[in-house]
């Protein structure tokens, strides 16, 4: 594991790297979640080069000093932690620093991290050959049932994203409970935040601004955020290609590794410098 230093927190990350010539792919997972859920893209880092990043405030990163949050991502009070713009910015600032430090041009995001990757697509000025898109959407809206227990009942709330076909199709139990363990681990507040900043999210009239070839990837059984958001980005962002995992949900690039990492490749090799 290494760490970048920026904006006075550091922020952890993983490379992979056997030998693979193709551009470096900066992965960047979603909601409660950590880097943990890329790592069985290490697989092809014979073929691109692979980062995968802790936003702050999850796993192995320093959190962002805030109402709520102290400085290592632990709930801390009633207060709440902020979110929309102010919370995207901060991660848009961990993914720009991972990638001049790993000279990443491709971004790749699940859910949230979506949602990051093109807001740093818009908003820094990052060189980029590519952006995938991955299980996320031009707006993030978060249901209210959700939005509640995220309040009120966490452990609610992960039985809710753990129903049939949100976060999972058929994954193996194990699987399941990897992905309860480190929500709980990643912790009520910071979660929260992170789906609250979702919801805020809303980029549907500037996708005609993104300038670079993207690939807008989900499973086919995926209800958090269904095949037609994917639908919706190919057809508004010019240069725009869309795949479908099949046999999984939300989390496709765990819960069906081959199948995504074939089409991160192909994307990849499209799009090589």
Same mark, same amino acid.
């Given at each position: ?52 990043? #802790? ?22 009070? #009633? ?28 971004? $790749? ?15 820094? #000025? ?59 681990? $990643? ?5 929260? $935040? ?45 240069? $725009? ?33």
């Amino acid at each position: 594991m290494e760490r970048v230093t920026h904006d006075g927190r550091d922020t952890a990350y993983r490379v992979s790297d056997r030998g693979g010539d193709g551009p470096t792919v900066c992965l960047v997972h979603g909601s409660g979640g950590s880097k943990d859920v890329w790592k069985a893209q290490a697989r092809a880092s014979d073929r691109f080069p692979v980062v995968a990043l #802790d936003l702050s405030g999850h796993g192995d990163s320093d959190g962002i000093d805030s109402d709520g949050i102290d400085s290592d991502g632990i709930d801390s009070g #009633d207060a709440g932690a902020p979110a929309g713009p102010e919370t995207l910015d901060a991660y848009a600032d961990d993914v720009v620093a991972v990638a001049e430090a790993t000279g990443a041009t491709v971004l $790749c995001g699940n859910s949230l991290g979506g949602a990051v990757a093109l807001w740093v697509a818009l908003e820094r #000025d990052l060189a980029l050959d590519g952006l995938v898109l991955a299980g996320t959407g031009a707006k993030l809206a978060v249901d209210e049932p959700l939005r509640d227990a995220l309040a009120t009942d966490f452990d609610r709330a992960i039985d809710l994203l753990h129903e049939p076909d949100r976060l999972f199709h058929d994954a193996p139990p194990e699987y399941v409970e990897l992905s309860r363990a480190g929500m709980r681990a $990643c912790g009520r507040a910071v979660t929260e $935040c992170d789906f609250r900043t979702c919801h805020a999210f809303d980029v549907r009239d500037r996708l005609d601004e993104i300038g670079v070839p993207s690939l807008a990837v989900v499973g086919e059984h995926d209800s958090l955020t269904p095949v037609a958001y994917h639908e919706y980005l190919a057809d508004r962002i010019e240069n $725009c290609e869309r795949a479908t995992v099949e046999g999984a949900a939300h989390l496709a690039m765990l819960e069906r590794p081959a199948a995504f990492n074939a089409a991160l490749a192909t994307f990849c090799s499209r799009v090589s410098p």
